[in-house]
């Protein structure tokens, strides 16, 4: 593959994880979708060797994505296709990583960070857990009818022996709904309690999506609804966890 059809290829890809309905920039918190708004999206084939520079990475080192802040609140994302492909990333996978750094400095600044995780275990998982089991379920929903779409579409109908599927998403989705009520108590005011509001509203649009008979584009409708309440019950999961670290670490 060229250089050039390695720059087409990440770049149609990204566009589309982006901008398609349930896409990247519809799953993002208000305040990262306003910084979405003030970051300029590039896909290269290679750094340039004062790029490298920048991050200390020469030649032969991967540098597959590069994050800048050429002004105070104004930030450019360069996606470099052929290192992508060279490291076998995934180039929208680059990307997700990079806009973490609106908020993430794995820099100088933090030297810590990249061990704090394993300082820091404030859950084990067991069977029952309804904060991870909310994401979980949410997965193994988005999951099935992301198995569906494609072979829907390829077959312009629900493939013979796929409609089992349905029920199944259906199933998952009502099993997070219920863990909802589970968490409300928990989660009744404050951040916590907006997120899992969301996700609630999201479980019951995607459930709303999945009613009745589905055709071909329904299915990729349901999924992007699905994958939206998946998005969101792993803000919530993650929230909650994430306060309790806070906590064990303070105390």
Avoid at 4 to 25: C, K, N, S, T
Avoid at 45 to 73: C, H, K, Y
Avoid at 107 to 135: V, Y
Wanted: charged share 20%; aromatic share 8%.
């Amino acid at each position: 593959m060229s250089p050039r059809q390695d720059v087409e290829r990440a770049h149609g890809a990204i566009m589309q994880a982006l901008w398609e309905p349930g896409g990247i920039a519809e799953m993002l918190s208000p305040a990262w979708a306003e910084k979405l708004t003030r970051t300029w999206i590039f896909v290269d084939d290679n750094p340039s060797d004062i790029e490298r520079s920048w991050v200390d990475a020469p030649w032969p080192s991967l540098l597959m994505a590069l994050f800048t802040e050429p002004q105070p609140g104004l930030y450019v994302i360069q996606i470099f296709a052929s290192e992508c492909r060279r490291g076998k990333k995934n180039p929208i996978h680059a990307l997700l990583h990079e806009m973490g750094h609106w908020d993430y400095d794995h820099g100088e600044s933090c030297p810590e960070c990249n061990s704090l995780a394993r300082q820091q275990r404030p859950h084990e998982h067991h069977d029952g857990c309804a904060w991870c089991d909310i994401f979980g379920e949410t997965t193994l929903g988005m999951g099935l009818l992301d198995s569906l779409q494609m072979r829907a579409h390829m077959r312009h109908a629900i493939p013979l022996g796929g409609g089992g599927v349905i029920p199944e998403a259906r199933y998952h989705l009502g099993r997070a709904q219920q863990l909802v009520d589970r968490l409300r108590p928990a989660a009744r005011v404050g951040y916590m309690g907006e997120l899992l509001a969301r996700c609630e509203q999201l479980l019951a649009d995607a459930q709303e999506a999945l009613e009745g008979w589905l055709d071909v584009d329904a299915v990729s409708d349901a999924y992007a609804a699905a994958r939206l309440a998946w998005d969101a019950a792993g803000d919530v999961t993650y929230a909650h966890f994430a306060e309790i670290r806070t906590m064990t670490a303070a105390g």
